[in-house]
Nanobody
Framework: QVQLIESGGGLVQAGASLRLSCAAS????????MGWFRQAPGKAREFVAA????????YYADSVKGRFTISRDNAKNTVYLQMNSLKPEDTAVYYC???????????????????WGQGTQVTVSS
């Protein structure tokens, strides 16, 4: 069992920055690849970023590449999403997720992630 708790969301103006955190507990965090996803109102959930268990492999959606940075601190059982140059289209509920399976490549499919947090709202005003 894995528990994930996101924090750090909020209301900001376009161009601002936010850092989301996802605190994990329940099993060996350092063994899991982690991902961030988001879902805007009326839209499907979409992949944002993923990081391997060691942090050595990272993958971003094209829509956030160059603006968002995913990282992890295995000593703190926490994964982060630093979001810079935020745009109104980044407005969504952001979820972190844990992938318990060993994979040779990071997954961008939500269905492959085993545990999810409750989400944190990010709202970017224009």
């Amino acid at each position: 069992q894995v528990q994930l708790i996101e924090s750090g969301g909020g209301l900001v103006q376009a161009g601002a920055s936010l850092r989301l955190s996802c605190a994990a507990s329940g099993r060996t965090f350092s063994s899991n690849a982690m991902g961030w996803f988001r879902q805007a109102p009326g839209k499907a959930r979409e992949f944002v970023a993923a990081i391997s268990c060691s942090g050595g492999r990272i993958y971003y959606a094209d829509s956030v590449k160059g603006r968002f940075t995913i990282s992890r601190d295995n000593a703190k059982n926490t994964v982060y999403l630093q979001m810079n140059s935020l745009k109104p289209e980044d407005t969504a509920v952001y979820y972190c997720a844990a992938d318990l399976a060993y994979r040779s490549t990071l997954s961008t499919r939500g269905a492959t992630y085993d545990y999810w947090g409750q989400g944190t709202q990010v709202t970017v005003s224009s």
